[in-house]
Antibody, heavy 124, light 110 residues
Framework: EVQLLESGGGLVQPGGSLRLSCAASGFTFSSYAMSWVRRAPGKGLEWVSVISGSGGSTYYADSVKGRFTISKDNSKNTLYLQMNSLRAEDTAVYYC?????????????????WGQGTLVTVSS | QSVLTQPPSASGTPGQRVTISCSGSRSNVGSNTVNWYQQLPGTAPKLLIYSNSQRPSGVPDRFSGSKSGTSASLAISGLQSEDEADYYCVSWDDSLNGWVFGGGTKLTVL
């Protein structure tokens, strides 16, 4: 059974940093691309970033480019999201998500499993 | 303002058929596949439809998807109270070079 368990969320001041983790199990972690998707309070889903199965290729939404870094440790079956220079508009529940393909650029792929999410609140 | 346009709300009575639309452009829905997700209150999203019209195993055949040109739609037949949730469409956008979601449709079962 595929399981994705996020951690690392919390309250942080504007301009601060936070690192989210996602522990994966139930599938061959290195064989699938992974992504982060967020949902701000009262708003809809927003794609944040994706990383290839090998971890060698990454892609970001313009809203987080240059501030967030996605990475994965295939030896630990763990996905990360390093978030720097956080803004109030980054406040959201962040979901870890498994893609159906190992390639980050596979536009016909889809997210087939999601974690339960971790809340990030950026406020002074 | 979301790149893909969905009605903010939809409703129906038990047993009815409802349709949720997802309108895009040539750079997204018109050129790429559309996936649909269901998000029940307080839970993670769940894949309902992939590649425009394919249902993952375990998703009831009451749910169906279609696409024509730059629009896609999700149909739910035999509406049940447990279908009350938020529904999202998503597609790759060739111009923005990223995945774009619709704003979501809140389905109410009356």
């Amino acid at each position: 059974e595929v399981q994705l368990l996020e951690s690392g969320g919390g309250l942080v001041q504007p301009g601060g940093s936070l690192r989210l983790s996602c522990a994966a199990s139930g599938f061959t972690f290195s064989s699938y691309a992974m992504s982060w998707v967020r949902r701000a309070p009262g708003k809809g889903l927003e794609w944040v970033s994706v990383i290839s199965g090998s971890g060698g290729s990454t892609y970001y939404a313009d809203s987080v480019k240059g501030r967030f870094t996605i990475s994965k440790d295939n030896s630990k079956n763990t996905l990360y999201l390093q978030m720097n220079s956080l803004r109030a508009e980054d406040t959201a529940v962040y979901y870890c998500a498994k893609r159906s393909s190992k390639y980050y650029y596979d536009t016909s792929a889809y997210t087939d499993y999601w974690g339960q999410g971790t809340l990030v609140t950026v406020s002074s | 303002q979301s790149v893909l346009t969905q009605p903010p709300s939809a409703s129906g009575t038990p047993g009815q058929r409802v349709t949720i639309s997802c309108s895009g452009s040539r750079s997204n829905v018109g050129s790429n596949t559309v996936n649909w997700y269901q998000q029940l209150p307080g839970t993670a999203p769940k894949l309902l439809i992939y590649s425009n019209s394919q249902r993952p195993s375990g998703v009831p055949d009451r749910f169906s998807g279609s696409k024509s040109g730059t629009s896609a739609s999700l149909a739910i037949s035999g509406l049940q109270s447990e279908d009350e949730a938020d529904y999202y469409c998503v597609s790759w956008d060739d111009s923005l070079n990223g995945w774009v979601f619709g704003g979501g449709t809140k389905l109410t079962v009356l």
